[in-house]
Nanobody, 124 residues
Framework: QVQLVESGGGLVQPGGSLRISCAVS????????MGWFRQAAGKEREFVAGIAWSSGFTRYADSVKGRFTISRDNGKNTVFLQMNSLKPEDTAVYFCAAKPTSPVTAATFTYNYWGQGTQVTVSS
């Protein structure tokens, strides 16, 4: 199995930055790609960004392109999401997820391992 633990969430002012992390443990070799998703109160969970472990290929939701950057540290089995120019509408619980096969997709159902989430609140 694969275990995912997110960290780094918190309260940040609009226009600020925050970096959240996802530590991956267990049978990491069975994961092809990682994704970050978010779920705001009363809304559906949505894709934010994804990255392939081996190639580093990345994919982003249109709403975060140019503001968020996903990266990975293969040696530490950790994935990061650097969030800049944050907006109040970025407020949500952020989840990391792992999928066993290519490609890097935005579809929630293709990811079969999920973390517990970390709260990100953007407010003045």
């Amino acid at each position: 199995q694969v275990q995912l633990v997110e960290s780094g969430g918190g309260l940040v002012q609009p226009g600020g930055s925050l970096r959240i992390s996802c530590a991956v443990s267990g049978r990491t070799a069975i994961t092809y790609a990682m994704g970050w998703f978010r779920q705001a109160a009363g809304k559906e969970r949505e894709f934010v960004a994804g990255i392939a472990w081996s190639s580093g290929f990345t994919r982003y939701a249109d709403s975060v392109k140019g503001r968020f950057t996903i990266s990975r540290d293969n040696g530490k089995n950790t994935v990061f999401l650097q969030m800049n120019s944050l907006k109040p509408e970025d407020t949500a619980v952020y989840f990391c997820a792992a999928k066993p096969t290519s490609p890097v997709t935005a579809a929630t159902f293709t990811y079969n391992y999920w973390g517990q989430g970390t709260q990100v609140t953007v407010s003045s």
